[in-house]
């Protein structure tokens, strides 16, 4: 199988690309700076890495770039400096997610593409109307004005449920919500949820970045658990950090 991972050189996205790797899965990465990335990568055949600056890629040397690809996973976001929480693009995740979809689509592929995002559980599955307390809606209108990642976030799921939705014959998805994200070696035990089961802003629980990787790597590799989640939002918590 080969898979395209945008957001490859971040600390969740190495975690995915490794667990594909560990699959033997081929797996192709996009990266504007190459010299970051592990020297174990350079030297291994089954990924191709991509020296570019994703939204500047010309629209046909991006449907080029997936037009092989079964998978593409975005592992996408904003640094956490004041130039990458404030500069430009604004829209990173969303812009990435909408112009890869269309790459999909140019391709016009007999089967359809699987396409698994990276989201956050601050952001809420509208699909599901899920319950939060006035306090948290006042928080998260608080973000939309101060944070723009937070807003992308919103916007890149929301594209994913209403401009491609449940039914299209080209692209089926699954965005991968997880709460506090921590470090960790190893992947230990995880639960999956169709909702987060606690408070985001109040009462967060944590996730490991390896185990998110893992997870989504399962996503890709499991048609069953593909069957599962397709076109829902999941939250993922490791259960080693919950109370």
């Known amino acids: 199988m080969t898979i395209l991972v945008v957001g490859a050189s971040g600390a969740t996205g190495s975690q995915l690309v490794e667990q594909l790797l560990i699959e033997k899965h081929y797996v192709k990465v996009i990266v504007r700076s190459p010299e970051k990335l592990p020297e174990s990568w350079k030297t291994n055949t089954n990924i191709q890495i991509i020296s570019a600056s994703l ?80 306090a948290q809606k006042c928080v998260i209108g608080l973000l939309r004005l101060l ?20 039914n299209n014959t080209t692209i ?9 994200l921590i470090n960790e070696e190893e992947v230990s035990d995880y639960e999956i949820h169709p909702s987060p089961t606690r408070s985001a ?26 069957a599962r989640w397709e076109g829902q939002m999941p939250v993922i918590y490791s259960k080693s950090h919950q109370d």
């Open 172 to 180: 089926e998805w699954v965005a991968v919500r997880p709460d506090g």
């Open 147 to 166: 944070l723009p990642p937070h807003v992308d976030n919103e916007k890149a799921a929301d594209y994913l449920r209403i401009q491609i939705g449940q």
């Open 201 to 226: 802003i109040f009462n967060a629980g944590k996730v490991s970045r390896i185990n998110v990787g893992h997870f989504m790597a399962s996503l890709i590799n499991d048609d069953d658990l593909w």
């Open 55 to 134: 939204l500047e890629l010309s629209d046909n040397k991006m449907s080029e770039i997936v037009s092989d690809c079964n998978v593409i996973a975005s592992c996408l976001g904003h640094n956490l400096t004041w130039k990458g929480v404030y500069g430009q693009p604004r829209k990173l995740v969303t812009d990435a997610t909408r112009r890869l979809c269309n790459a999909v689509k140019l391709n016009n592929h007999q089967r359809p593409t699987k396409f698994v995002l990276m989201n956050t559980t601050g952001n809420r599955n509208r699909d599901l109307n899920e319950p939060i307390s006035f």
